[in-house]
């Protein structure tokens, strides 16, 4: 049997604890940019996955040199972990010299620190730069497209690489988001992205590389975290942005717009319309004490009910209401393991919609008492009193 506690004192008059979830189509008829001008666009919110706006999200489209984000995000994973480091030598092969596209002109047979290789990948989503350092992470170009294919459907993406740069590949706007969304996530992506201009020195072929970073937003959007843009004749102009306001963060996609400067604009159409309308709140921080409950069949007479980790929502700023619901059985019975999931605590609209939870965990273990235990308490007891 469990019990809710529902709060309804505790409904809020002010934006700051709700998560505002719009199903797709329903502000199509005030959509923040011009549909227009592109064939897909998404607005969402990465952390809740809460997706604020969608224009054919769905429909898979060639999407020129963002295919390579998905090796991208191996890469920085795998210098975030440490399996890679900036002083790793990196040789070229012919392979990866030859790959088409954005480059970073590298040579066969070139040498080169992977950190460099990593700056030119994120700046420029340089192709021979992302070709040589999955490569080197991987062992083998085979092994580098199962992990690509691997780690694509463990973000929820149906797609199948047949090489490291995924040409030919479709990608929905859905699935790039998905693929930004861990980007930003990544150390080692993060301290690149936002980097302008900068210079690549060479070991061989070309003496240096200026590095442009073709995503103007990087520097003209307040907060901008990057990520990358591409564009070819079947594809048009696409993009995938993030940016980062304040504790707020969105990740904004645009397939298929006749222009650069139609991709731009819908970017900061659909990023500047979720900083007006929406922020992220935190509503809980991992480890804080919800409940104590009583606990059968141990010494311990109760157990502490910890948050299991912390919880922020994307709220609305115009004010809408919201209560918590806290669902915990009335009891439990040993064994109880730390860290054992006991019960939540749920977050509502008025209408009864659950926009986000978060479980509780049992701050520390119950064993199950036996019968010399109870002898052992009855001892104690005893013994305290003379």
Same mark, same amino acid.
């Given at each position: 049997?469990?019990?809710?506690?529902?709060?309804?004192?505790?409904?809020i008059?002010?934006? %700051?604890?709700?998560?505002?979830?719009?199903?797709?189509?329903?502000?199509? $008829?005030? =959509?923040? *940019?011009? !549909?227009?001008? /592109? @064939?897909?666009?998404?607005?969402?919110?990465?952390?809740?996955?809460?997706?604020?706006?969608?224009?054919?999200?769905?429909?898979?489209?060639?999407?020129?040199?963002?295919?390579?984000?998905?090796?991208?995000?191996?890469?920085?994973?795998?210098?975030?972990?440490?399996?890679?480091?900036?002083?790793?030598?990196?040789?070229?092969?012919?392979?990866?010299?030859?790959v088409?596209?954005?480059?970073?002109?590298?040579a066969?047979?070139?040498?080169?620190?992977?950190?460099?290789?990593?700056?030119?990948?994120?700046?420029?989503?340089?192709?021979?730069?992302?070709?040589?350092?999955?490569?080197?992470?991987?062992?083998?170009?085979?092994?580098?497209?199962?992990?690509?294919?691997?780690?694509?459907?463990?973000?929820?993406?149906?797609?199948?690489? %047949?090489?490291?740069?995924?040409?030919?590949?479709?990608?929905?706007?859905? $699935?790039? =988001?998905? *693929?930004? !969304?861990?980007? /930003? @996530?990544?150390?080692?992506?993060?301290?690149?992205?936002?980097?302008?201009?900068?210079?690549?020195?060479?070991?061989?072929?070309?003496?240096?590389?200026?590095?442009?970073?073709?995503?103007?937003?990087?520097?003209?959007?307040?907060?901008?975290?990057?990520?990358?843009?591409g564009?070819?004749?079947?594809?048009?102009?696409?993009?995938?942005?993030?940016?980062?306001?304040?504790?707020?963060?969105?990740?904004?996609?645009?397939?298929?717009?006749?222009?650069?400067?139609?991709?731009?604009?819908?970017?900061?159409?659909?990023?500047?319309?979720?900083?007006?309308n929406?922020?992220?709140?935190?509503?809980?921080?991992?480890?804080?004490?919800?409940?104590?409950?009583?606990?059968?069949?141990?010494?311990?007479?109760?157990?502490?009910?910890?948050?299991?980790?912390?919880?922020?929502?994307?709220?609305?700023?115009?004010?809408?209401?919201?209560?918590?619901?806290?669902?915990?059985?009335?009891?439990?019975?040993?064994?109880?393991?730390e860290?054992?999931?006991?019960?939540?605590?749920?977050y509502?609209?008025?209408?009864?919609?659950?926009?986000?939870?978060?479980?509780?965990?049992?701050?520390?273990?119950?064993?199950?008492?036996?019968?010399?235990?109870?002898?052992m308490?009855?001892?104690?007891?005893?013994?305290?009193?003379?």
């Amino acid at each position: 049997m469990y019990k809710k506690l529902c709060n309804l004192a505790s409904f809020i008059l002010v934006a %700051s604890f709700l998560l505002l979830t719009i199903p797709a189509g329903v502000i199509a $008829d005030n =959509a923040p *940019i011009d !549909t227009g001008i /592109i @064939k897909g666009a998404i607005l969402m919110e990465p952390y809740s996955g809460r997706v604020l706006f969608e224009h054919d999200s769905s429909s898979k489209y060639s999407v020129a040199g963002l295919t390579r984000l998905a090796a991208l995000l191996i890469i920085c994973e795998a210098f975030d972990s440490g399996t890679i480091t900036d002083d790793t030598v990196v040789t070229v092969s012919a392979k990866s010299a030859a790959v088409k596209g954005t480059t970073a002109f590298l040579a066969n047979g070139e040498r080169m620190n992977a950190g460099d290789m990593l700056m030119a990948a994120v700046m420029i989503n340089a192709g021979d730069a992302i070709h040589a350092l999955m490569c080197c992470i991987c062992g083998s170009e085979n092994t580098a497209v199962e992990r690509i294919n691997a780690r694509c459907r463990e973000l929820g993406i149906d797609a199948s690489y %047949s090489d490291i740069c995924g040409d030919g590949v479709l990608l929905s706007c859905t $699935d790039l =988001a998905a *693929i930004g !969304t861990a980007l /930003i @996530k990544s150390e080692s992506f993060r301290r690149n992205s936002s980097l302008y201009y900068e210079k690549l020195s060479h070991t061989t072929g070309a003496s240096q590389t200026e590095l442009a970073n073709p995503n103007k937003l990087t520097k003209q959007y307040s907060g901008c975290l990057g990520v990358a843009t591409g564009s070819s004749t079947d594809a048009g102009y696409c993009g995938v942005f993030a940016s980062e306001r304040g504790g707020t963060t969105y990740i904004a996609v645009a397939i298929g717009a006749k222009n650069s400067s139609d991709r731009f604009v819908t970017g900061i159409e659909l990023m500047d319309y979720g900083y007006a309308n929406f922020r992220s709140s935190k509503m809980v921080t991992a480890g804080e004490t919800a409940a104590e409950i009583p606990v059968s069949g141990a010494l311990e007479k109760t157990i502490k009910l910890v948050t299991a980790s912390d919880l922020s929502l994307l709220v609305s700023v115009n004010g809408a209401k919201l209560y918590s619901e806290t669902e915990i059985p009335e009891s439990v019975e040993a064994p109880i393991k730390e860290g054992q999931i006991i019960g939540r605590i749920r977050y509502l609209t008025e209408n009864g919609e659950i926009v986000g939870e978060v479980d509780l965990i049992a701050y520390s273990g119950a064993e199950k008492a036996g019968f010399k235990d109870y002898v052992m308490l009855i001892m104690r007891a005893w013994f305290g009193r003379t």
